[in-house]
């Protein structure tokens, strides 16, 4: 990416957060620039009327003025320019939090938020569409403000003693160079360190998240974890402190070669005057400016750096911007007449990975239920992902009456699907808002969400909470006082797994109902009830089922087998029943499962399978007691 192409973005994110801030920051460094220049002739001018003892007092007096009312400006201007750039910064964050976000959630697709160095490059991104904006025009006013003193003290210093002049330029020159070079180390190392800054938030994070802090209890992770936070933290020091002790290096080099050149120029100047070449006005302007033009011009040069600093990170931003992803406008999915067929579907989930579906065909008639049953791993949650558009075919092809999926506008189809998850989310809202997200347009009509919440068998436990439905589902939301009660409640497995399923209830006037693993984890006369439910209330739409619970699928029209990424049977319960294959293998042995309930040995087989030796907790040597 062009570095033109990343000023030019950074530029434009300055300027439309906010252009009159922008124009009047600029307006105000001109002013500021010129000030201490200013101050320096007005002191200059002081000394030499005071010198020569020829100053009238009004004339003093002026200069006296002159000198109060520049340095006043100048002091105040800057504190009230920081404060519009401190709310410059604020709109640049609003601007840029706004377009990365429309972006991520215009990606259509799984693919790229499951690649680590995919969120790697969006931390990277916000952090550079945030910072470098702001960080260019800084740079940018500094610049103009530095370069304005820099310009006045080496006129006024030229004047005095070309010399003088000249050899703080050349000082200059080496600084430029290695304060570039640096600035493309910093960002790099910013870079390179994501994943490991990655990793030790993950391990961070799961010291504190409630989620695991039941299997970091109980067995005993949190050391462990501890461990790994150190490891990676000390890592990513050790490289910021070899970058810090490089920049130290050449900083100390480059100052000392500038203390150098001004120490010579400032002889140069004295051995002027001491020859009568030169005023003590003139000395004394020079002893101001030489440190004065020295610090501006290393202030240039730091902008200079930092300002192609925040270019480079400001690729981190249009990188994100320019991810492709979303597919070019595509049909809007018409209501569903016939069928849905999966013709000869081939997916993995990376090139470098194993096949997941090899070939998979199977249909899905109009108002019919089809049922996927298989082992884990089999592939049936990756078909129902496929099909609702998260990822594409590799080969072979998902037709929607005939239309190809991917030639489906993603929001449309969407908007055509009801879905419930194997993984489902828990949201940290209130139970309405829980179950009113299946249905934005809804706008959490309280009529709806009881109506979808009783049929998932919810709405009881949700009008015994609290607040009823205006109750938080979450921990987080902690208590705010004993009588508070806004504190959040948890639910359990079974009762979180209802409210998504009310979520999808909303939707069961759509085209095509996903239910995967819909009852995994309720009681049987629970899981009884909501296939019940399930069946009857959407009886006439379009279904397709994963369970590995024979009992709820052979309710439907259609049962399809997946082995290893195929489809191996396909036909009714009866049908694959009187076919004997692998259905009626694992129908009998489940039915069989509920009739006759082995006991599991408490040592035995499963201790040796798994390698370990009987009691080996008990045989393991006792901790030494305590000496009294
Ligand atoms: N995001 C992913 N990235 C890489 N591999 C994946 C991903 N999701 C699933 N897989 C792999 O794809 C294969 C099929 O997974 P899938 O979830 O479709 O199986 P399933 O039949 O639904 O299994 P289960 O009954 O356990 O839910 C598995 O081997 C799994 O490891």
Redesign the pocket.
Known sequence: MSPFRRFVTAAGLAWRAAPVTTAVVFCATLALGAGPVAAALFGKLLIDHLSTGSGAPATLAVLAAGLGGTLLVTHVGDAAVRYLEDQHARRIEMIVQERLFAKLNSLPG?ELF?RPNFHDRIQLALRAGQGAPQQLVGSARSLVQSGIQLIGFVGVLMAVSRTAALLLALATIPRLVAERRLARDRVGLLSALSPAQRRRFFYSRLQYEPRAAKELRVFGLGGFFQDRMRTELTAIHVSQRGLDLRILRVQALLDAATVAAMALAAYIVVADVAAARGTPGDLAIVLTALPVTAGAATAVVRQLAAGSEALLSIGHYLDIMTTGGERPGGVAVPALKDEIVFDDVWFR??DD?PW?LNGVSFRIPLHRSVALV????????????LLAGLYEPAKGRILWDGIELSRLDPASLRRRIGMVF?DYMTYDLTALENIGVGDLETRFDLARISGAARLAGVDDVVGRLPRGYDTMLSLMHFSLGEEDDSAGVSLSGGQWQRIALARMLLRADRDLLIL??PSAGLDPEAEYQVHRVVHEHSTGTTRLL?S?RLSAVRMADRIVV?ED?RVSETGSHADLLRTGGRYADLFRLQAAGYQDVPRFPSTGPMTEAIGMAPNSLESSPEPASPTT
């Open positions: 799984l499951e989930y990376g990975l997941v298989g082992a884990n791993g089999a592939g049936k949650s990756t078909i129902v992902k194997q995967d693993e994963v590995h997946v990424g």
